[in-house]
């Protein structure tokens, strides 16, 4: 399990990363040890995926696809989880599989490492912006405005630590985020068309 000081360590150095410095990468665990336990920060993306699900929901219901009453509560949480483990494992994999043939064999643990720690940082724009929404503090169009700024500033992040973690070209470390992001919405769409079915 991974503990506090762990915790602590990873979101200073992710801070660093998104200021570009490559110390930041110095404060995460390379070791394969590391590289297992680093995968068990998606349960602490929990609260930022069950906002999410639950404001998509809300869309449903606002716009009349679905009537609460109606909703397919179960297969909708479950093929949202599914998802969620997918994606978390989607890109690793393939990039194990390229590793060799695009040069990244000797960065591949600590890239990895610093993608999954990262992406709690990467998290809390998104954790602010949902929350607030949820308490009715901003509206439906404001939240997706800021949801798509911290989409772009999250993308921006990727690139940083594919560029420093890998220390890859801009145009590899750009083809591993567009292929990251590809990914994500391609799971995301299967996802809704599983639990609709």
């Not at 679905?66 to 994999?93: C, K, M, N, R, S």
């Not at 890859?168 to 799971?187: E, H, Q, R």
């Amino acid at each position: 399990m991974i503990g506090m000081n762990e915790i602590r360590a990873a979101l200073d150095g992710s801070w660093l990363l998104l200021r570009n410095r490559p110390e930041g990468m110095a404060f995460f665990d390379q070791s394969l040890q590391g590289f297992w336990r680093s995968f068990q920060v998606v349960f602490l993306l929990i609260p930022v995926f069950l906002l999410s699900g639950q404001i998509e929901k809300q869309g449903y219901f606002s716009e009349n696809v679905y009537h609460p009453e109606a909703f397919p509560d179960g297969a909708y949480w479950t093929a949202q989880l599914l998802g969620l483990g997918v994606d978390w494992i989607a890109l690793p994999i393939i990039l194990a599989a390229l590793a060799a043939p695009i040069g990244i064999s000797n960065r591949y643990v600590p890239f990895i490492v610093a993608r999954n720690w990262t992406s709690l940082l990467a998290s809390v724009p998104f954790l602010i912006t949902y929350s607030l929404f949820m308490l009715g503090i901003i509206p439906l169009g404001i939240m997706v405005l800021l949801s798509l700024t911290s989409l772009v500033v999250v993308l921006w992040y990727r690139f940083l630590v594919a560029r420093i973690a890998l220390q890859a070209t801009i145009s590899l470390a750009v083809g591993i985020v567009i292929l990251d992001f590809l990914l994500s919405l391609v799971i995301a769409q299967i996802v809704t068309i599983f639990w609709q079915v």
